[in-house]
């Protein structure tokens, strides 16, 4: 189906194959080193990635090179589209959007490249709401306007089972306070200005999630909103926190249960979940 248009993220936002098939979202691949082999991230297993980091294998990540961006912009326009909008994980943590603008000099229709400022599913939700409306036939300020409402209003929550993987990769940045604790304190982050920040803490896993999944309940108020749960290797836990909110949210719509981004995986370690709120 022709959509004038078209909109494009990254393998960051954890949109479920089939939602980004049935609305035509272009999902372009962040890159994986493991060792010494590069790879797409959706080729690397998750659980290969989590026993080689916990094997201390060097991890790297790296943005989609330019042409990789180019040529997924011109099969939009192949398709049809008149205007795309390219938006992607925080330049805080990634050049992804560095290498979309590049690219987007060398299309002839315009190219809106957005920094979302988030990763994960609070870049997922706001993509999917954009490619909704774009398939209604929303003009592309229209569709801009839905996806920076999503993404002013939606809010992310990070339990990671420890800090060291994040300071490994460099991408704590004001979290970094926090590396002193004992290993009983479990943090929850955030992002504040597209960076991560420290949210709250809890002794222990259960204390900290309990803490998240309230914090979650609050931002999420009385009105019509979007959860999901997403994890590295934690899709027990995640299923349980994602049931505890569905209780506490009964109104929730369009619950996702997701294994995260692999790259999101090689930052955040083993054990990580997200929670994703996301006011509709």
């Avoid at 194959?17 to 890159?31: N, R």
């Avoid at 992310?156 to 290993?183: K, N, P, W």
Wanted: net charge negative; hydrophobic share 40%.
């Amino acid at each position: 189906m022709r959509r004038r248009v078209a909109i494009v993220t990254d393998s960051t936002a954890s949109v479920p194959t089939g939602i980004a098939e049935k609305l035509g979202i272009t999902v372009i691949q962040l890159e994986l080193k493991v060792g010494e082999e590069y790879n797409d991230e959706r080729r690397v297993p998750h659980s290969q990635l989590a026993q080689a980091m916990r094997d201390g294998v060097p991890v790297a990540t790296a943005p989609p090179p330019p042409p990789a961006f180019f040529w997924n912009y011109m099969d939009a326009v192949s398709a049809g589209a008149e205007a795309i909008i390219s938006v992607h994980l925080s330049e805080g943590l990634s050049r992804t959007c560095e290498a979309a603008r590049i690219a987007a000099t060398e299309v002839d229709v315009p190219v809106h490249v957005v920094d979302s400022r988030l990763c994960g599913l609070g870049l997922g939700y706001p993509v999917i709401a954009a490619a909704e409306s774009a398939a209604a036939g929303a003009t592309v300020q229209d569709v801009l306007g839905v996806l920076d409402r999503r993404l002013r209003g939606t809010t992310e929550f990070l339990y990671v089972d420890t800090l060291e993987y994040l300071r490994r990769s460099g991408r704590i940045g004001r979290a970094q306070a926090m590396l002193g604790q004992t290993l009983a304190v479990k943090p929850v982050l955030g992002f504040r200005e597209g960076e991560l920040a420290p949210l709250t803490k809890g002794i222990g896993t259960e204390r900290a999630l309990g803490k998240a999944i309230t914090a979650a309940v609050e931002r999420a108020g009385g009105g019509s909103v979007d959860i999901a749960t997403e994890h590295f290797q934690a899709a027990e836990r995640a299923g349980q926190v994602l049931h505890q909110l569905q209780d506490r949210l009964p109104g929730a719509r369009q619950p996702i249960l997701e294994e995260t981004s692999a790259i999101i995986g090689a930052h955040t370690g083993p054990g990580a979940l997200g929670i994703t709120v996301s006011p509709v």
